[in-house]
């Protein structure tokens, strides 16, 4: 099992369809596969090896896919970095990883100055016009590769390392995921059965690729010979205008693009009916969010779960258990995370490692040939999550007398208020219902009596308006007193993201922790 | 990777969904896992081992599938035994795979007559009422194994040895394929993604379940939690019944049954529009069989290219590949057999064993995880077709610039005639291009010139008349001179078929060698 084998293959079954599609620029997979060869020839003749860490700084575009499969084919270990982070969180990981190589585009190219405190950096790779004189370009490189006689591939086995994905940059030290070529080619294995993914399925990389959530895909739709179609960033009219045009079949989004996209004055100006699946996932969806989307979209919507640490896929919610109407149990799983995908074993366990019964509260677990080798350097954090090789989420979740697991919060997310254990995902989904609401975060904050209390953040759709009293007597017929937030606050600002879209909800419980303890009832 | 995760994943996101439909028995995934749970209980209780193999001498039934889980989950190896071989065949395999256990049917009981020349089998386990004395009653063991309070499973690996699959009964001595766990579960990964297999499936087994063609998609479709239906043996009038009644919509014939039901007077009385993919295999598919089964069934039709070997699948054409109109070039790929699935590698190679160029013949070889062991306990036949990795497959095929391969013949089916290669498969092609023809095969016959020369045996659809002169004045029209039959005998009779429906050309061959060499021209 190796990268390159997908790649090897879509060569041969679909070498003169079209592989990817990213603005005018159009190759087969033929062509696509002579740039990737060509590029890591020069790779190897910048005196990149086998082994060989290559750092990755860029928005989508068909040249990521490129280098994920130069990479994978020599044997080189990619590093995509989150362009969100600041530039001391890039340098950390640049120096971490021990990169050899940096490439960058135009866009980010800024975070290069100041280059010598890349400890390992030799060469940088640059996309686009005006090529710095210190860096390489990137077509260059390939034109030169072309004309390179040896051959850089590799054969490579099961557990050669094909990438260092590092997570947690919002919080704490950076950690490097280690997939090795079967931990990707695994998790390809099972996506491409859940999704059914075909030849004939056209993708759209919106989510950054440098994220799990579009990794997830980026190998299962090569491997089939599909098509890939590419946004550099998302924004929800370029996403319609890329489904419309490109004739995208499947694409993978987080919840904040499905909101954005459901809520735009635009949506009814364009023709979005070639999709036929429309994973969500990376963080939670609102239910009210995929009610709507049901509504506007018709049945598309998949869920996705999972993390970097896992490939990432771990269970699905598959489009024909997305109903509207059905048995009030059928109608709750739009709330649920779904259920175990093929080829991986996911449990819900109490603390003494039992499964949990129905609506018993207990964390996930997971293990299969997706799971990953371990942290990068950082055995002890590996040994805290891997035990007897099952990997522990940290997430908690119930499950339904059919398996379908439903995601309560992640473990450190949730909120313990008077000795209740308060659920922030339930809150939001409260205050979601209530027609104004556009997005909504709800967090803990510190209380001298009740440890933490309930705090909402809520934006409000453009021309609505509400008071924070008649949202909170909303809510209060939604769910449980105790639930109900002690504090809201209103505000026209979007709420801070990360770089694949999640609320970032550390930012804003630091600013509501600093700024307004004292308002705290 | 075993057989038995493919089980327990379906339990768990199927688990009350019906998993068989056998006549009027029905049960879910759950009463499935607990029946085989209880068999292997049982069958623990007799004695059989972990390794210890299980001999099956039955007609399609769900206890067919019964008996492939129950054995995979405690780590026998099933011995599925072909129920047209002769008996001296069935007690050579017997004792050649020293199985412990006989499970056998009402039907094929007779065959156990003299079980004292059954040298290892200890027990017989029977199928059916009125159970003889010296025999187990398989539902009563299913009973009794449900108070056996230990359980029988065992964590296999990869490599356990998962089933003897016995090959060329009808030609010298039986050989047993040996696939792992692995090798079957590689394969049903590359089945479900090839022929995207989801949970809204139902699958008749039709084709006989001892054999490589049914086996290929058992485990892809319990993997997914589709279910499955069966029928005892094929028979057109019931194959339509089942495939209306239980809505099937997925099933994998030989071209045999094709040609029965396409050529049956009540086909228009069934609806059988549920079927979504109709995959055939095992024997070339006349091409213009082929044709009338796209006009009568639609774009349904899908082929599977593989053997039991390979555990089986190799190459796939699917149905979008299925045109009755387009360029000459894609129509001629109705005699193709597609292109290597995902997960395999498939070469056309000259005896240099360098890649062929569109159209040269060479042979086809394979690697992936789906290669068998070897052959039980035939080191030499084993070393000489698994060769570096490489499984050598013996037939002979072209390519075409787009990577599609056609198969012409089986290596030793090919007819050297006055020093020309005529393949038999572009012969019988021609015949079955008149309207009265219903089955043809074409056979080399001893020659004292020509070394072989060209004859051909024909079956005339009912009503039907023609001379023996004007088909071969019709051959004429189709194909070179050189390959037109010398001789030609018509006959009323349904010609030869194996256990899983091919035409057997050996019988043929024995037959007319003996009986008409003077006759020859």
Request: hydrophobic letters at 40%.
């Amino acid at each position: 099992m190796n990268i390159a084998q997908g790649l090897a293959h879509a060569k041969k079954v679909a070498g003169n369809r079209q592989a990817v599609a990213c603005g005018s620029v159009h190759y087969t997979w033929k062509e696509f596969d002579r740039r990737t060869d060509a590029l890591a020839r020069s790779l190897a003749a910048l005196g990149v090896k086998r082994g060989d860490r290559v750092a990755v700084l860029m928005l989508n575009c068909h040249r990521y896919l490129e280098l994920y499969y130069a990479c994978g084919r020599m044997g080189a270990v990619i590093v995509p970095l989150n362009y969100r982070l600041a530039r001391p969180e890039i340098v950390f990981i640049l120096n971490d990883s021990e990169s050899k190589i940096l490439v960058v585009d135009k866009t980010l190219a800024p975070h290069t100055t100041g280059r010598d405190t890349f400890a390992t950096v030799k060469e940088i790779i640059y996309i686009g016009d005006e090529t710095p004189e210190n860096m390489h370009n990137y077509e260059k490189l390939i034109i030169r590769g072309a004309q390179i006689v040896a051959s850089a591939d590799e054969t490579m086995d099961d557990e050669d390392l094909a990438g260092l994905f590092y997570t947690g940059g919002t919080t704490g030290r950076p950690k490097g995921v280690m997939l090795s070529h079967k931990n990707i080619v695994s998790n390809a294995i099972h996506v491409a059965v859940a999704a059914a993914y075909t030849e004939r399925d056209i993708y759209l990389h919106v989510a950054p690729m440098f994220h799990a959530g579009d990794t997830g895909s980026t190998f299962a739709l090569t491997m089939v010979g599909a098509r890939h179609t590419f946004l550099p960033m998302f924004n929800p009219v370029h996403f319609m205008q890329n489904v419309q045009e490109e004739q995208v079949t499947v694409t993978f989004v987080v919840p904040t693009m499905v909101n954005a996209v459901l809520h735009h004055p635009d949506i009814d100006t364009y023709n979005l009916s070639s999709l036929r699946r429309l994973t969500y996932g990376a963080s939670p969806m609102p239910t009210e969010v995929l009610k709507l989307g049901l509504q506007r979209l018709g049945q598309v919507f998949a869920q996705g779960y999972g993390m970097t640490e896992t490939a990432p896929l771990l269970t699905g919610l598959d489009p024909v258990d997305h109903l509207l109407e059905g048995t009030p149990e059928q109608v709750r799983r739009l709330a649920s995370a779904g259920r175990e995908v093929f080829g991986v074993e996911v449990r819900v366990v109490n603390a003494e490692g039992q499964d949990v019964e129905p609506g018993e509260v207990g964390e996930v677990i997971a293990r299969g040939p997706n799971v990953m080798q371990g942290y990068w350097r950082m055995p002890e954090a590996t040994a805290a999550v891997l035990i007897d090789g099952w990997m522990h989420t940290g997430d908690l979740a119930t499950v339904d007398e059919e398996n379908f697991i439903f995601i309560i919060d992640r473990a450190k997310d949730m909120i313990i208020s008077g000795g209740e254990n308060i659920y922030s995902v339930e809150v939001e989904n409260a205050l979601y219902t209530h027609p104004a609401v556009l997005e909504a975060a709800v967090l803990g904050i510190p209380h001298p009596v009740w440890g933490e209390s309930v705090h909402a953040v809520v934006v409000l759709k453009p021309g609505m308006e509400v008071t924070e009293d008649a949202l909170l007597q909303h809510a209060r017929t939604q769910i449980a007193g105790y639930k109900v937030p002690r504090s809201i606050e209103l505000t026209a600002e979007p709420l801070p993201k990360s770089g694949v879209g999640k609320i970032l909800k550390r930012d804003l419980r630091e600013k509501y922790w600093q700024g307004k303890s004292r308002n705290v009832n």
